[in-house]
């Protein structure tokens, strides 16, 4: 009965760790005392076929959880399924054959596209703490990666998730290297590549660190949580679809990846471009404009960089068979007005319905990006062409036909609750700050609460004097709404005004 | 009253997430939803004057904790120290100054000691979540220290921490680089050269990988955690002491990165000696001998190896005042007898107590170890004089007067549960494998149990038939002794046997 001891019945801890699992067992409970475990043991928990690697940690206490039972974390439950009553196997878990391949790499070694797919597999397989995680970013962080690696490393992620195909013809995409503020071209460009008759079936995220990511703002006009078939049938009737890519798992290892880049916030060109067309390429898409905002606030802050990224982006995509266009644009403030994912809907929308206060530099980025899908797939002016689609209607007819498909369109509201904010002295505005307006939104509410944001009401280049309303803070509560005014209060250098000489 | 919205009353999780702090909220805690905070976000909570950075794990159960308190893991109780009823408030954290630095290292910049002695603080005040840790540790291991860097992190990491004072006179220590079992010198060296009138105020850790360190072993015979005063005591009443040093908080820096290192076992010779020299500068002592043993299954590996890590011990130690003699010794197969605290304890004292049947391995590692001590502090032949001190008696009854300062002196018992595994042919003993004995002794129990572990019964070099018994398991529970005798029988590799030519 030696197999017997080291079985408990698994209970649902109902504790969100995120993506790590954890198991939650009592210090007294017989599996830790036969196996010695200790707090952030990694733990092997068997359960009807399925295995688990998580992180212990020791219930001290007589509270919530005695020794009879082990309490899974929300991503240990999700990733056994244990019935009620399933006993759990715990065993020490053997070394992963990643952990080898992850020193090597810390050691200076090149890795081949074999061993990452190992790295990302075994990551996948939750077989890496997140230690080791880090451990595998920081190796790969600054120049650690060779543009073969990263050619290597973004083959081994898109082979890791699933691909789409959308059969014969170009298949177009874009993607933003992030970083700025209501630059929400993606709609109005789905909307004037899928008028002119192209394939564009967009998947897009959620925000992360952001006040808005292009899923959330599409939420707001019409549902994203689309599965591949429903994505599918939008496309085929409409050329274009603009969903969220979360539920799709076109790139998993990226989704796990990044939980451990985003805090570490490592500037690397390799991990960015395999993360990027990684999941272009498994989208199936085979013609991509990237966009790269260049700004002191931006992700990327010099010409320089992003001539570097470029370069490198060009070399990767070669490799694994995307056509690829890259618009270096100006980073250096918000586009449009609203910063939140309804805010930044109703600006999609003044420009697909060309009102006259449309945000004119949103406008005109999402022409230079459309234009260049157009350019990509046979178009001599492309700028031109989209530019007609646009002022004709054909793109807000477009759009509209694809909410419709996606489950039916609605129209974005303003929050209960706004307040200005003022210009604290006479002068001309010369920056905004995109970190800290962001923040602003965030506090204010906003991805969470769809119609909190900043609605901003004066740009780079205005004269404004003492009491003139910068930007109103909208949120859904008075609470929320009073702590983002406190925090903009507080910060002094959101916009900068200097008095002109 | 902005203020009082990120405020919760504090309670008590009983969860031991080791030295991490964790927080656990309510997903619909008015505190989170304010702010923002999802699963792992890094939290600042103040409560009475003290505050500490804590991960979040959102509860999202109706279960054990409802949205209107916030619960504290142990660490981050301990260093809160909150009274009953207190309310803690919440923010999110500044990004620490660390943080920069450790990105200048991943990006492959010299850091010098004041950058060092920033990421120290940093951690200590636990501002650098695990994820920051594992880049840092990830950034210096390999060759990625120089010498001026690990000189720069000793001293940083020794000035972080609380130093002793022994007035005149040499200070002797000493260090094994550990990963041999049962090589337990350290009460014998103390003993013979505490005996000779030198001072040797020694402090040793508990084991955190390994079936017994030397404070588990010590502990069979004689209390070892003292404070400081009881320490000085022992010292200025008979030379030498052996007590743990995990209370004297002597490099908590060490006790943090340890934490991270361990995990990720990256060979990182800056850092290895950054901790060991770092404490026994903190320790006060000026003349230090370093046991190496090198070997397959030992922590170094090999005489090249051996021989790098010395040099570089060597540099460090002069920079920072500390006189070293190096002993590179065998480190193919275990020392003694004994694998566990007691049977440990048993060895030694067979040891000092000059019984025929000694183990003789431990006796000679003692006495070159010991005799390398006296040398640094004047004796032409220490060795011989070691010898003398060990074979009068003197040693054994400064032991046992070391042990009765500390709090008396207690025989080490044996284990109620034991049972031989045996040679499963004739053959030979070629090896013994360091790693797997290991484990057989800490799947019985040790050191927690201090009576478990594994007694050796023949040794490489010698010929078995059969049936013989090769080594026995002792455990404090029958249940312990199936699952390592288990392990044991699966495992063919522990003892190599083969058929002689």
């Given at each position: 009965?030696?197999?017997?001891?080291?079985?408990?019945?698994?209970?649902?801890?109902?504790?969100?760790?995120?993506?790590q699992?954890?198991?939650?067992?009592?210090?007294?409970?017989h599996?830790?005392?036969?196996?010695?475990?200790?707090?952030?043991?990694?733990?092997?928990?068997?359960?009807?076929?399925?295995?688990?690697?998580?992180?212990?940690?020791?219930?001290?206490?007589?509270?919530?959880?005695?020794?009879?039972?082990?309490?899974?974390?929300?991503?240990?439950?999700?990733?056994?399924?244990?019935?009620?009553?399933?006993?759990?196997?715990f065993?020490?878990?053997?070394?992963?054959?990643?952990?080898?391949?992850?020193?090597?790499?810390?050691?200076?070694?090149?890795?081949?596209?074999?061993?990452?797919?190992?790295?990302?597999?075994?990551?996948?397989?939750?077989?890496?703490?997140?230690?080791d995680?880090?451990?595998?970013?920081?190796?790969?962080?600054?120049?650690?990666?060779?543009?073969?690696?990263?050619?290597?490393?973004?083959?081994?992620?898109?082979?890791?998730?699933?691909?789409?195909?959308?059969?014969?013809?170009?298949?177009?995409?874009?993607?933003?290297?992030?970083?700025?503020?209501?630059?929400?071209?993606?709609?109005?460009?789905?909307?004037?590549?899928?008028?002119?008759?192209?394939?564009?079936?967009?998947?897009?995220?959620?925000?992360?660190?952001?006040?808005?990511?292009?899923?959330?703002?599409?939420?707001?006009?019409?549902?994203?949580?689309?599965?591949?078939?429903?994505?599918?049938k939008?496309v085929?009737?409409?050329?274009?679809?603009?969903?969220?890519?979360?539920?799709?798992?076109?790139?998993?290892?990226?989704?796990?990846?990044?939980?451990?880049?985003?805090?570490?916030?490592?500037?690397?060109?390799?991990?960015?471009?395999?993360?990027?067309?990684?999941?272009?390429?498994?989208?199936?898409?085979?013609?991509?404009?990237?966009?790269?905002?260049?700004?002191?606030?931006?992700?990327?802050?010099?010409?320089?960089?992003?001539?570097?990224?470029?370069?490198?982006?060009?070399?990767?995509?070669?490799e694994?068979?995307?056509?690829?266009?890259?618009?270096?644009?100006?980073?250096?403030?918000?586009?449009?007005y609203?910063?939140?994912?309804?805010?930044?809907?109703?600006?999609?929308?003044?420009?697909?319905?060309r009102?006259?206060?449309?945000?004119?530099?949103?406008?005109?980025?999402?022409?230079?990006?459309?234009?260049?899908?157009?350019?990509?797939?046979?178009?001599?002016?492309g700028?031109?062409?989209?530019?007609?689609?646009?002022?004709?209607?054909?793109?807000?007819?477009?759009?509209?036909?694809i909410?419709?498909?996606?489950?039916?369109?609605?129209?974005?509201?303003?929050?209960?609750?706004?307040?200005?904010?003022?210009?604290?002295?006479?002068?001309?505005?010369?920056?905004?700050?995109?970190?800290?307006?962001?923040?602003?939104?965030?506090?204010?509410?906003?991805?969470?609460?769809?119609?909190?944001?900043?609605?901003?009401?004066?740009?780079?280049?205005?004269?404004?004097?003492?009491?003139?309303?910068l930007?109103?803070?909208?949120?859904?509560?008075?609470?929320?709404?009073?702590?983002?005014?406190?925090?903009?209060?507080?910060?002094?250098?959101?916009f900068?005004?200097?008095?002109?000489?």
């Open positions: 009965m030696t197999r017997e001891r080291h079985c408990l019945p698994l209970v649902r801890a109902e504790i969100d760790t995120y993506s699992p954890v198991v939650f067992m009592h210090q007294d409970c599996v830790c005392r036969a196996e010695g475990f200790r707090a952030l043991t990694r733990v092997r928990i068997a359960c009807g076929g399925r295995s688990v690697i998580a992180s212990l940690n020791v219930v001290t206490g007589a509270g919530w959880l005695g020794p009879e039972a082990a309490a899974l974390s929300d991503a240990a439950w999700a990733a056994l399924r244990p019935r009620l009553g399933d006993m759990g196997q065993s020490h878990p053997e070394l992963p054959e990643a952990a080898s391949l992850i020193r090597a790499k810390v050691y200076g070694e090149r890795l081949h596209q074999a061993q990452f797919a190992t790295i990302i597999k075994d990551a996948m397989a939750h077989r890496l703490s997140d230690l995680l880090a451990a595998f970013v920081t190796a790969c962080a600054g120049e650690h990666l060779s543009t073969c690696e990263t050619i290597a490393l973004t083959r081994a992620m898109q082979e890791a998730g699933r691909s789409l195909e959308w059969g014969e013809g170009p298949v177009l995409d874009k993607h933003c290297v992030g970083g700025l503020p209501g630059n929400r071209t993606t709609p109005i460009v789905v909307a004037i590549a899928a008028a002119a008759g192209l394939v564009i079936p967009k998947t897009s995220s959620r925000a992360i660190t952001s006040p808005s990511g292009t899923a959330d703002t599409m939420e707001v006009m019409a549902p994203v949580a689309l599965d591949t078939a429903a994505m599918r939008v085929e009737a409409q050329g274009g679809c603009i969903v969220w890519g979360g539920a799709l798992r076109l790139s998993p290892a990226d989704d796990i990846l990044i939980r451990i880049e985003r805090p570490l916030d490592f500037d690397s060109d390799g991990q960015l471009i395999a993360s990027i067309l990684s999941k272009k390429a498994a989208a199936g898409s085979d013609r991509v404009v990237i966009d790269i905002p260049v700004g002191p606030t931006a992700k990327v802050r010099s010409e320089n960089a992003a001539e570097a990224l470029s370069a490198r982006l060009r070399a990767t995509a070669r694994i068979g995307l056509d690829l266009a890259i618009h270096v644009s100006d980073g250096s403030q918000p586009v449009g609203g910063i939140g994912p309804a805010l930044e809907a109703m600006d999609v929308l003044k420009v697909l319905r009102t006259p206060d449309a945000p004119g530099d949103l406008r005109e980025r999402a022409l230079v990006l459309a234009g260049l899908l157009l350019e990509m797939s046979g178009e001599t002016a700028v031109e062409r989209a530019r007609v689609l646009l002022d004709s209607g054909a793109a807000e007819h477009r759009f509209m036909a909410c419709a498909a996606q489950g039916g369109f609605a129209e974005p509201a303003e929050a209960p609750y706004r307040i200005p904010v003022e210009a604290p002295r006479d002068g001309v505005i010369t920056a905004i700050d995109n970190r800290l307006i962001a923040r602003v939104a965030k506090l204010a509410g906003a991805p969470q609460q769809a119609r909190a944001g900043v609605l901003l009401m004066a740009r780079p280049g205005t004269l404004v004097q003492r009491g003139q309303p930007f109103e803070i909208w949120a859904e509560t008075p609470g929320e709404l009073a702590y983002a005014r406190d925090f903009a209060n507080a910060q002094k250098e959101i900068r005004i200097e008095v002109p000489k």
